[in-house]
């Protein structure tokens, strides 16, 4: 099969909040990779985790188990972190060590440049939240009482990995993302008030504008992937 030239690939920033019910029908048919936890509320072609927490949480994690809910999944891709190996589930990819990325987004953009070669890709929920105006760092601070960041933060999903907002605050996202530019694959931050910067913006109207209308058979795609992963 000839792969898709166009990839969603959804984060977990607030800005793709009152898109969900919106967009859930339009990306049904499309090649999406979904990040952390947004496939709670998105089928996806695969779901991808770079936090060994994700997938294998520790024991005085009170966080409800997702062991169950990660089997019903129909693919996913992560990191083989150590002892990681032993919770491997049949619908599983677990890639080398070597391939981690600093966050899941990141990791995800990879995996899409690499699967694709050329074509679109759409970061939906990719805001890098910052507070404006921060006062100078307390030698003190901790980054994990900080506030979330990401939109399906609630009780009952403690995001296993970093997940707060001080992590974004210290680290610059364009030197994170521009080493993923790549000549043939265009990507657009859905997100006009990301702090994101190396990629061009647009808002909704305008990708659901630049979607295609061709729709892909997900378990030929999932296959395509599979063989070029492993």
């Known amino acids: 099969m000839e792969f898709p030239k166009e990839c969603v690939i ?5 800005s793709i909040l009152p898109q969900i019910k919106v967009l859930q029908p339009i990306l049904a048919s499309k090649f999406v990779i979904a990040c952390n936890y947004s ?29 169950e809910e990660l089997k019903a999944l129909p693919m996913i891709v992560g990191i083989n972190h150590n002892g990681i190996e032993e919770f491997k589930l049949k619908n599983t990819i677990l890639l080398d060590k070597k391939e981690r ?6 990791l995800a953009l990879k995996l899409a440049i690499k699967l694709m070669e050329s074509g679109n890709i759409y970061l939906l929920g990719f805001d890098w939240n910052r507070r404006t105006g921060l006062p100078e760092r307390d030698p003190n601070y901790n980054p994990n009482s900080d506030y979330p960041t990401h939109y399906y933060t609630t009780k009952e999903i403690n995001h296993r ?70």
């Open 101 to 106: 990325e600093v966050l899941t987004g990141i």
């Open 39 to 67: 496939y709670k509320h998105f089928s996806s072609t695969f779901t991808v985790f770079n936090d060994r927490e994700f997938y294998h949480p520790k024991p005085e994690d009170n966080n409800p188990d997702i062991y």
């Open 10 to 14: 959804i984060g977990g920033g607030a």
């Open 161 to 230: 990995g970093v997940g707060y907002m001080g992590y974004y605050e210290n680290h610059n996202p364009d030197r994170e993302f521009a080493k993923l530019i790549k000549k043939d694959v265009k990507v657009f931050n859905v997100s006009l008030e990301s702090n994101i910067n190396c990629f061009p913006k647009i808002d909704y109207p305008t990708m659901f504008k630049l979607l295609s209308d061709v729709r892909h058979n997900q378990e030929e795609l999932r296959l395509e992937i599979k063989n070029n992963l492993i």
